[in-house]
């Protein structure tokens, strides 16, 4: 048993290793085995002729002509189906993040792709370089999605025949305030809060871009903007949202502060005994 999970371990290590280095090129030893050098530790990972004939087999890597061999895509996939985790074949087309659950955990936690939403997009590290939005837009864009969906706002793309028949009801619609729940309500003001602080300006930005998952370039081309200026309204307008929520990247002094300190005039001073 620990063979095979020593075995495992190896086979990730490697797997990883392709996935980061596509393009590099790997001789063969005499044995037909392949050695690779570790990124994080000094020395190097052996894997044997056996094991580097299933791995061709198996499509991950492939043999130029001149006998060297070239990791392939299935690299990276095979690597996510290995990876632990509730869902491993999704794993390997998108980015899954578990949402936590609600009611102090009685629900289980639900996996979202991280990948569909542009805002997650502009939120990645960029060759060294922080990334185009901070953890404060990124939370405000996350809850005024939750707050969205937990609202019911989204449309419907089939018809609904959960009404009976004598309710006269059977219309397919959605969004009536007669079927929301009392947390589906709350979500709605709150949504209708968030749109009214940042102001019209914002709102549909934001509404199309993190709630409706709408591309930049989608946006752009329906308000007939310049290019890459969808990527800048969303900025400053996840900046406004962030302030609504009470979200900041940091503290940026005591004129940033609304809380009272203390009754005194400007010269005020405490009385010490």
């Keep these: 048993m620990k063979g095979s999970a020593k075995a495992e371990a190896k086979l990730r290590e490697a797997l990883a290793l392709f996935a980061a280095r596509p393009d590099r090129l790997i001789e063969r030893t005499a044995d037909g085995g392949i050695e690779l050098a570790r990124a994080d530790r000094p020395g190097v990972l052996r894997l044997s002729g056996a094991l580097v004939r299933s791995l061709l087999a198996r499509g991950v890597l492939a043999a130029e002509r001149d006998g060297r061999l070239r990791p392939q895509p299935e690299a990276a ?9 509730p869902d491993p074949y999704r794993a390997q087309h998108a980015t899954l993040v578990a949402a936590g659950g609600e009611n102090g955990g009685d629900r289980p936690p639900i996996l979202r792709n991280a990948d569909e939403s542009p805002v997650a997009t502009l939120a990645q590290k960029r060759a060294g370089r922080p990334p185009y939005l901070g953890s404060a837009a990124v939370a405000a864009a996350e809850r005024l999605r939750a707050d969205f969906e937990r609202a019911q706002l989204q449309p419907r793309m089939t018809a609904s025949w959960s009404a009976t028949v004598t309710s006269g009801r059977r219309t397919g619609g959605r969004g009536g305030t007669a079927d929301l729940t009392d947390a589906s309500l709350a979500a709605r003001i709150r949504v209708d809060e968030a749109v009214a ?10 509404l199309d871009i993190c709630c409706f998952l709408k ?18 309204v969303l900025k400053l307008a996840l900046s406004a949202l962030s302030r609504h929520y009470g979200l900041c990247e940091a503290a940026e002094g005591p004129q940033r502060s609304k809380g009272v300190r203390h009754w005194g005039a400007a010269d005020y001073r405490p009385t010490i005994a």
């Design 77 to 85: 996939s095979l690597l996510a189906r290995m990876t632990p985790g």
């Design 197 to 206: 602080a940042v102001g019209p300006e914002f709102a549909g930005v934001l």
């Design 215 to 232: 591309g930049l370039e989608t946006v752009e081309r329906e308000r007939e903007w310049p290019a890459r200026s969808a990527k800048l």
